[in-house]
């Protein structure tokens, strides 16, 4: 069954809002972790003092990075409550200033051109690209850095439930649409870079924590995520899932494109 963006981008904020995916996958979903967010701010050379908006801040990880380590000043968003309750928590803790709001990527509360960038890591391909791209080029001023990592994933490609949530793979990019769809959004590219790899480095360390992802798994059918009511899948099956995402990595059915585009005048 094909999903709609609607229903994906709450899939995501489901999984992405559970208290156990903190546990499995750490504070930084998406693959390449802060080293990849990391990158792509120092392509992107935004002056300190500089307004940026991570988009989709799941618990705020690149948006900390972000305030602290680049000297930004930081809004950031999600459609997760559960995901900016603790996100506001974390940045506290860590002294961050950032402002949070809850907000679809597909609606941002902010007025025109107020962004010099704008950072949108492993969350366009969990909503409406199109429209979510002109929303992000409406908030961004001419010449605003535009900073995107997403997944790609070929034709005709079926993962489990679980698998299909944590890797975007649901509404993955095709190869090439990426950097055309970018383009026609009013942006120019700079750079864009496979990194496919960190989708491995991802998978390694979702599989050395294999007992509390199946663990997620139960949580996730109690409440309702699966398609099938109560079909969370055991050990062995996680471990199945694990090594079938290994495989499509490495026929190249699954990859990770990086993006870096600078919005046109």
């Not at 709450?10 to 546990?23: I, N, R």
């Not at 799941?58 to 999600?78: I, K, P, Q």
């Not at 001419?142 to 034709?155: E, K, S, W, Y």
């Not at 109560?230 to 899932?241: E, H, I, Q």
């Amino acid at each position: 069954m094909t999903l709609a963006p609607a229903s994906i981008e709450a899939c995501c904020a489901t999984l992405y809002g559970h208290p156990l995916v903190e546990l499995v996958a750490g504070q930084s979903f998406h693959p390449g972790g802060l080293a990849g967010t990391r990158r792509l701010l120092a392509v992107a050379r935004l002056p300190a003092g500089a307004r940026m908006l991570d988009a989709g801040c799941g618990l705020g990880a690149s948006a900390r990075l972000a305030a602290l380590e680049f000297g930004l000043a930081v809004d950031a968003c999600d459609v997760s409550n559960a995901a900016i309750k603790r996100a506001r928590t974390l940045a506290a803790g860590a002294g961050a200033v950032i402002r949070f709001v809850e907000a679809s990527i597909q609606g941002l509360p902010f007025e025109d051109g107020r962004f010099a960038g704008v950072l949108a890591e492993c969350v366009l391909s969990t909503t409406s690209k199109a429209s979510a791209l002109a929303e992000l080029r409406r908030v961004m001023a001419p010449g605003g850095a535009l900073l995107i990592t997403d997944v790609t994933a070929t034709d005709g490609l079926a993962a489990p439930e679980l698998l299909a949530a944590a890797l975007c793979l649901t509404g993955a990019w095709q190869p090439g649409e990426l950097e055309d769809l970018v383009a026609w959004s009013g942006f120019e590219i700079v750079e864009a870079t496979d990194e496919t790899a960190s989708v491995t480095a991802l998978i390694d360390r979702i599989e050395a924590r294999l007992g509390l992802l199946t663990l997620l798994s139960r949580e996730l059918a109690g409440a309702g995520f699966f398609a099938t009511a109560g079909s969370a899948p055991d050990a062995a099956t996680m471990a199945g899932t694990i090594g079938d995402a290994r495989r499509l990595v490495a026929e190249g059915r699954i990859g990770y494109r990086a993006v870096v585009a600078r919005a046109i005048a």
